[in-house]
Every structure is written in C-alpha cells, then in structure tokens.
C-alpha cells in the first residue's frame, strides 16, 4: 500500500505508513493475527482481548488452544493444505476463550504465500456475540487511538533529536520502521477485510486486494468508476445508494466518531453480497479516512441455512407428534375398551338362561357390546393407519443422528448460551429403526433440558449428550444437564401424559419419547438419585424388536 | 381332566386382569392375576403341575418377551398368549418365534379369548405330560454308562440284541448283559415297558 504522494523513501514516509498499518493492527474491531506452522506469531489486542488472554501471551502457543474441540482443529488444518489452490477460509465456528467460555466466531484466513507451507498466514476472526457492542468498542478504539497517536508523535519529535545526535542510533532505527513497514504491508495487502483510504478532500486514494476482489476491480481507477455507479442498498435504512456515496457516508468528517453501515450489494452475476462497513477518520496529514468492509455474506447464508432447518425440524416434529398421538390414543382407549368388553361377556355368560327370559335386556347387552366392537374397530383402524404411514426402518448410525440433530438445535442452544459435550464411544453399531421418530426424542430431551435449565436461572448451563455400548447387544444414549432435576416422586410421572411442568406444556412429550423408545424395543428412564441435574437414560437394542 | 390346570393373567393395568378374571370366572375357570412379572414368576416356581400364562407385552421391569425367555428355560411346557396394546408387530413376530402360544391386540374379541384359553388348557396337560417324561428321560440317562445309553437308544428303535451288537461291534451275548443293567437301574421290567415310558421323550430327539 503507498501512500497519495508517491514520497521518496525517507523517514517521514516510512513513519507514516508505519502509523497506518500499526493503527489498523492495533485498533482494528475484530482479532488478527499472524501464524505460522499453526502457531501464533503476532497477534492484535482485539483477539487477545476477545479471547480472555493477557497481552503478549498469545504469541507463541499452538492455535489448538483456541479451537472447541480437536475435530476443529483438525478439519481447519485440512483446509490450510487446500490452500495452494483456494487461497481462502470463511467460516463460522466456535473459539474457546481462555476461561473456557465459548465464542461464536467468523474466521476468515488466507496464506501470505500460498504454495509455502512455511508462509505467515492472516486470520481475521470476529467475535460475532459481540455485535451489538460494536458501535461502543469503535468510539472507545477510537479514543485510544487519538491517544495513541499522539503519544507517538511526542515519542517522534524525541527520536527524532536522537536521531540527529547518533547516526548509527538513527540508522538502526530506520532500518526497524521500514521492518514494520513491510510487516504492515504484507497485512494490509493479505487481511481479508476489505480497506479503503480516502484522502483529505475524500476521494479514493488506495485499496487493498481484499477490497478489489470484493467488487471484482482489478485496480484502482476501474474500481473508482464502478463505485460512482455501482448501486448498494443499506440494510435497516433501505435508500438506495451508490458504493461512492456509501464509502462517503461512512466517512466522519471529525476524529471521535466512527460511521459504519451495513450495506448489500448486488455482484455483476446478480447474487447478492452483504457487507458491514466501518470508517475512522486516519490522523495524518494529507489523508482522510480508512474505511473498512467485512464481508458478511457467508453469516447471511448461514443464517438462511439454519432458518431452513429450524422448518425441517418443526415439520418433523409435527409428523412424529401426529403419529405418535394416535398411537398414544389407540393404546389408551384400548385397554378400558377391552375391560368393558369382558365384563359385557361375562354377564352374557353368567346371566345366560336369566336373559332369554328378558329379549329386552339382551337387546340392550347385544347392542352393548355392537358398540364396543365398534369402538374397538376404530381403534384398530387408528393404528393400522399410523403403522401404515410410518416410514420404513433404517440401518441407524446413531452418532451421526446426535451430531445432525445438536446441528438442527444450534439456534436454540446458542440462543441459551448452552455448552454442548458429547462423548461418543467408538466403534457403535448400527441400530434398525425409525430415524424421524429417534430424533423426535433427542430434540425433546434437549428441548426439556434446555427449558429446565433456563426457568431455573442455571449461571452456565451444561448439556452432555452420550452414546456407549451398553450390554447384550444394546446402545445406551444420556441426555444429563445440570439444571434443578426431577424430584424422585415425579421420576414415574413424568412419563405419563397430560403431566408437565412447563407453563403451556402439553405434557405429552415425555410419555411419546418413551413410546418412541419402547416401540424399538428399548427403555427410557430417569437416572434416580441425582444430587443435581436430570439424566435421561434410554437403552436401544442393535436389532429392532429384541427385548429391552 | 381331574388335574387342576392353573392360569395365570399378567398385566400391569388391574383393569384389565380384573376384566378378564371375571369373564374367565363366568365361564367357571379361575385364574391368579398378578401385575408385574416377579410374583408371578416366583407363584410359577412353586406350582409344580400344569399351567398356561397371559402376559402383557410391555410392563414396567421385566416385558412380557423377558418373562417369556425366562420360562423357556423353566417351565418348557407352560403355553404362552401373549397380550399388547401397542400395534407393535416386530414384538408380535419375535414372541411367535420364541414359541408363543397366541397373540391377541386389544381390545379383542371375548370368545376368541376364551376359545384361545381353552385350547392353551389342553395343550398345557399334553405339554406338560410330556415335559415330565422329558424331565424323567433325561434323569434317567444320567444313571446309565456312555455304552449303556448307546445300547438303549438302539432298543427304544426296537433292534434285537444280536442287531445291538452287530451296530456296536459287541457280542449278543454283552448287550444282553447291558439290557439287564439297564431295566435294573431304570426300575422297569421289560422292553416293552421301557418303550412306552420313554418314547415321547425319544420322539423329540
């Protein structure tokens, strides 16, 4: 990146550029950091702050520190070898802090040099919980910033006597800023944010890489023709703007304030791109301001994605819960249905002689008992037609049914701040069953715990999903939270219909989960005598139909 | 029919047992009810002559399949209806297979419970008889030599002792001193009464 006079190399310029690029380093809104061989090499005060670490202590450590769990790690590895051809990283996944608290997180990386292994690379990573605190942190960055600078400037001046007193001091101390210089270059030119300086009177001095490959310019000038008539929109505003007037609306016009949008841009091949835009007011002569664009589009889709699937769930959910309630009915009316019918048998038995003398009363017990066979008829149709309507059993790999149905639950879960653990055994066989149905059950256990957890006001709520192998042929699968629990007295009850504890529960999920698992054979039950939480237990066999 | 032949109703709905204790008293049969599977199994234990069972398909604790394979083990004979109120159909097919006598879905037809005890009844004595004999066979062989068995497995197919000892590559004359042996220590007089004690047992073989 230059500068808009081309200056010839001397300090001045080099302090300049250094203060550019220190100052994006430095104040930026969301974490970079350097890293090579998967370790940590330079890293601002933003991902250090966002991660709960002490300043200067990062560098150095392994990235897996930072990464949830291993398969992270792992998986993100695999990406950083597909680098010589992409070049390219957005994702959305969860960072662990240093207190071990989660972050939802978009992380964006690229290698400074593609085709070496041993190449520097950037990531930017933004804490995406902490949005709405953006506009706070900009004008608190800002003020540090001021601060910063002139701070410097004053350190400046003194160099600068220094530097006239000891030449070999003075030398030595250049060659360190063009050093800094460099680094700030090669950050500037690799970050995938995209960045913008304007100059004093607000035109369109430079752009970074990341910004041309945004907006598909391939230098400067065609990027400044496009943005006079490239149409945006901003989101929450609705006008329609130009990308000029949007870069100078995000512009202050004065150091203290920060201006940022979010704004969504139609690409030349008509998908659309969502962008959030900052800008701060650069105090150095000659410039105007650096305003920087964070790509937003891949969150977007992500959230369009978790929309779709929340509606696959609830369909789901409604197909399971239809069949599941006529099951449930059909079991219920079945067994008085059938005491009404052997007593109606046995006064026809016991009365028999008694009743040919009274046509009347055995009129009445023979359309009793018409009625009864109708009844019971109707019964059996319920649950010829439920059995009919039920979708065919499947091989099961329940550890991929755990993980799809935590990733159809995200949205809940994050939403209550719940830290997920699983403990998947290794080498589970497959079960035959009903896939829909099983999941039914797993999403009402955690739906259950959730709810638990949040009326009672649990500080860090806590789910552990477990799947094992369980004796004879079995799979054993907990849901445990760490939220008040189930008395011993309700322990029965719970499973019974119409019994809930929740304002505007139904009180039927409990007893259909149980349906659920009985009807594959296994056994759902609370685990007794826990000091705290509730641990669901259901034991599944491996074949279908095998006794619990 | 003099021997008493006793039925038992498992279900953990009272409702139900009660129901069907009183049809089956209508029709002057009693019946013992219980509502989960340990008492009953432990009244089984100590009734030593013929019995059938109903067992509810899904009760809390042992299900009606567990009670089932216990009882394989033990009491053989015991005919098995079983009952649910589930349209479960892969239970159905795996209680048919472990030997089940019946199985009703409720709410069933009356008559067809009772034409169905019925013939569990029957087919409790013959199973039962014949589980006895089984029983006394299998005791009885544990008195005998290895040679000892092979000579009467040979006599209850009815070979004479001079086929016995050409099968066995053994003089007539040794089989005929096995043969005494043998009536000796099953405590029967001849062949002929051997043959009839024993054959139902050989027969399942």
């Not at chain 1, 002569?285 to 992500?302: K, P, S």
């Not at chain 2, 009953?40 to 009670?67: N, Q």
């Not at chain 2, 029957?122 to 008195?143: F, G, I, Q, T």
Request: aromatic share 4%.
């Amino acid at each position: 990146m230059g500068l808009p006079v081309s200056p010839p190399p001397t300090d001045p310029s080099a302090q300049t550029d250094r203060l550019i690029y220190e100052q994006v380093f430095d104040n930026a809104l969301v974490g970079i950091c350097f890293m090579q061989h998967r370790r940590f090499l330079r890293v601002n005060a933003r991902m250090e702050e966002m991660l709960g670490y002490q300043p200067g202590e990062m560098p150095g450590q392994s990235v897996r520190v930072v990464y949830a769990r291993q398969e992270d790690f792992d998986e993100v590895g695999r990406v950083m070898e597909s680098f010589p051809t992409t070049n390219r990283y957005v994702h959305e996944r969860p960072l662990v802090a240093k207190d071990g608290s989660l972050l939802w997180c978009l992380i964006a990386g690229r290698m400074i040099e593609p085709h070496d292994p041993d190449s520097t690379s950037v990531w930017v990573v933004q804490d995406m919980s902490a949005k709405k605190q953006a506009e706070d942190q900009l004008a608190r960055a800002n003020q540090r910033l001021e601060q910063i600078v002139e701070s410097r400037t004053l350190n400046l001046q003194k160099t600068n006597a220094a530097l006239k007193l000891e030449v070999e001091r003075r030398r030595e101390s250049e060659r360190a800023m063009i050093e800094s210089r460099e680094k700030y270059r090669v950050l500037i030119r690799n970050i995938p944010l995209g960045i913008v300086i304007t100059d004093a009177a607000g035109e369109i001095v430079e752009i970074n890489p990341a910004m041309q490959g945004f907006f598909a310019s391939s230098d400067l000038a065609t990027f400044t023709a496009m943005a006079r008539e490239a149409e945006c929109t901003v989101v929450g505003e609705d006008a329609v703007t130009t990308l000029r007037e949007l870069i100078a609306a995000c512009s202050p016009s004065v150091t203290r304030r920060v201006e940022h949008r979010t704004a969504k841009w139609e690409a030349a091949d008509g998908s659309p791109r969502w962008f959030d835009v900052a800008g701060v007011r650069v105090p150095v002569r000659d410039l105007g301001c650096a305003i920087v664009f964070l790509d937003r589009t891949e969150q977007r889709r992500a959230r369009a994605r978790e929309h779709t699937q929340q509606q696959q769930l609830a369909h789901a959910s409604r197909l399971s819960l239809m069949g599941q309630f006529a099951s449930a009915l059909a079991h219920e009316l079945g067994q008085p249905l059938n005491a009404c019918l052997s007593y109606a048998a046995g006064i026809e038995h016991r009365l028999g002689p008694e009743l040919r003398k009274r046509p009347d009363a055995q009129e009445a017990l023979s359309r009793i008992q018409l009625h009864l066979h109708q009844a019971g008829d109707v019964v059996k149709n319920v649950r010829a037609f439920v059995a009919k309507h039920r979708p065919e059993d499947e091989e099961i790999d329940l550890a991929a049914l755990v993980h799809g149905t935590l990733d159809l639950l995200q949205l809940q879960l994050r939403e209550a701040a719940v830290t997920v653990r699983l403990r998947i055994g290794e080498d589970l066989p497959r079960l035959r069953g009903t896939r829909v149905e099983l999941q039914q059950v797993l999403v009402n256990l955690v739906v259950n715990a959730i709810e638990a957890m949040r009326g009672a006001g649990v500080a860090r709520p806590q789910i552990e999903v477990s799947v094992a192998r369980a004796a004879r042929s079995r799979i054993r699968m907990s849901v445990i939270d760490n939220g008040p629990g189930v008395p011993e007295a309700l322990s029965e009850s719970v499973f019974q219909p119409y019994t809930t504890t929740k304002p505007g529960g139904l009180g039927m999920g409990l007893m259909m989960c149980r349906t659920i698992i009985e009807s594959h054979g296994g056994s759902l039950q609370i685990e007794p005598r826990r000091k705290r939480g509730a641990a669901f237990r259901c034991v599944l066999p491996v074949e279908k139909g095998d006794p619990p | 029919m003099t021997q008493e032949i006793r039925i038992y109703l498992v279900d953990d709905e009272p409702d139900v047992t009660r129901g069907l204790s009183w049809l089956l008293e209508s029709v002057d049969l009693k019946a013992e009810a219980h509502h989960r599977a340990d008492p009953f199994l432990s009244s089984l234990a100590g009734h030593a002559g013929p019995a059938c069972a109903v067992l509810d398909l899904r009760m809390p604790g042992l299900s009606g399949i567990e009670v089932m394979e216990r009882l394989v083990a033990r009491r053989p004979d015991v005919p098995i209806i079983f009952l649910s109120a589930h349209g479960d159909v892969p239970s159905a097919v795996r209680a048919m297979k472990l030997g089940a006598f019946d199985f009703l879905q409720k709410p069933f037809n009356p008559q067809q419970f009772l034409e169905c005890i019925n013939r569990a009844r029957l087919s409790a004595v013959d199973r039962h008889a014949e589980w006895l004999k089984r029983r006394d066979y299998d005791e009885s062989l544990s008195r005998l030599s290895v040679r000892e068995r092979e000579v009467l497995e040979l006599m209850l197919e009815g070979g004479s002792s001079k086929e016995i000892g050409r099968r066995l590559d053994i003089s007539p004359k040794t089989v005929d001193v096995h043969r005494a042996n043998i009536l000796r220590k099953l405590e029967v007089g001849n062949a002929r009464e051997l043959t009839s004690r024993f054959r139902i047992a050989l027969k399942k073989d």
